[in-house]
């Protein structure tokens, strides 16, 4: 695995960039490190403004429609190179809780609050602000365990079709298992405009590959949007996503979170890799009541190799009438 090194921390910023030529289109809003620790997105988002620039300058006819914005989620916990500082802020937008930070009088109760309260506000005035196009929403993370490529999509049928165009394996389901996440909070009801909205997870935590990986998910998804053109888009984006794609579902669901609490001793057996097909009755780890298998033939997802983190792991069943890649 190639490492890059790490980025000078002065300059991460909130807003890691934008780019708008003033012409009509989607409004495509990504999002990286809602997980402190998974900084190789943020990159890619950096570098994917840098290169429209680029075409910008060096393509005459080059046109960008609509407007793109790059955010970082928890901007505290990524200078400190961490998952979290005080709660998951993947697992905090709640009505409730919006509505709370939402009034200024009430002042954050953590560090996580204040963060998601400086990213909705952004996120709502983009959104008002935007006019015409669809809004797409792009969460950006990476995994412990290798191999982890793949999205899940919101519950808007807009959104699975987009999940499909981007040459990823699609994971349907998150939504129904996995509380209060930023993914299931950017809909209609909250945002009052329709919203496309997909979670991609581009690989592991210090790879560089998963740079390469979030560049190509990205311009991928300007492509479908129609925000650049096909002719402008290089092949070699589809190509890398493809690579890793291949031999996997196109589809599966789902359809058990183990969930970790603080204390419980968990500890992932070693080797497991995300898409590994899992036979019932393996030991895929321990904790402080025993040996935890699994109970059923599935496919492993995000095997938890790091410290912080509330899943031990993920297991989906693939859906066979959508084939492999
Ligand atoms: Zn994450």
């Known amino acids: 695995m190639r490492r890059v090194k790490p980025y000078p921390k002065r300059q991460i910023k909130r807003v890691i960039g934008t780019y708008d030529d003033g012409v009509e289109g989607p409004l495509i ?44 989620g928890n901007l505290r916990a990524t200078k400190l190179g961490q998952r979290f500082i005080d709660k998951d802020l993947n697992r905090i937008w709640s009505e409730e809780l919006v509505e709370r930070i939402s009034d200024h009088q009430n002042i954050p109760e953590c560090e996580e609050e204040a963060e998601l309260q ?28 290798d191999g982890g490529v793949f999205c899940m999509p919101a519950h808007e049928r807009a959104s699975l079709d ?17 509380p209060n996440s930023c993914l299931s909070f950017m809909s209609e009801k ?47 984006h589809d190509d890398i996503l493809k690579r890793y794609a291949e031999g996997l579902p196109r589809l599966s669901r789902l359809r058990y979170i183990h969930p970790v609490k603080r204390g419980d001793g968990f500890k992932m057996e070693p080797g497991f890799s995300n898409f590994q097909s899992i036979t019932k009755g393996t030991l895929l780890a321990t904790d402080a009541s025993g040996s935890i298998h699994c109970q059923e033939d599935r496919i492993l997802l995000m095997p938890l190799y790091q410290e912080k983190g509330s899943e031990g792991f993920y297991l989906i069943e693939k859906d066979e009438s959508f084939g492999y890649f």
Request: proline fraction near 4%; hydrophobic fraction near 45%; charged fraction near 20%.
């Open 162 to 178: 987009l999940a499909f165009e981007l040459y990823l394996p699609v994971v349907e389901g998150l939504m129904e298992t996995v």
């Open 118 to 145: 400086v990213v909705w506000q952004r996120i709502l005035k983009e959104v008002r602000q935007h006019k015409g196009g669809p809004v797409v929403f792009l969460d950006f993370h990476t995994t412990s365990a």
């Open 190 to 236: 909250h945002l009052g405009k329709p919203a496309v909205a997909i979670s991609i997870e581009v690989g592991q935590h210090q790879d560089i590959n998963s740079v390469y990986v979030a560049i190509a998910a990205l311009i991928n998804a300007m492509r479908k949007t129609g925000a650049v053109q096909e002719e402008d888009v290089e092949s070699r």
């Open 29 to 72: 809003i990504a999002v990286a490190c809602l997980h402190g620790n998974e900084f190789m997105p943020y990159r890619a988002i950096d570098y994917a403004v840098k290169m429209l620039e680029v075409e910008h300058i060096t393509k005459p006819d080059f046109v960008y429609r609509g407007k793109f914005i790059g955010l970082c």
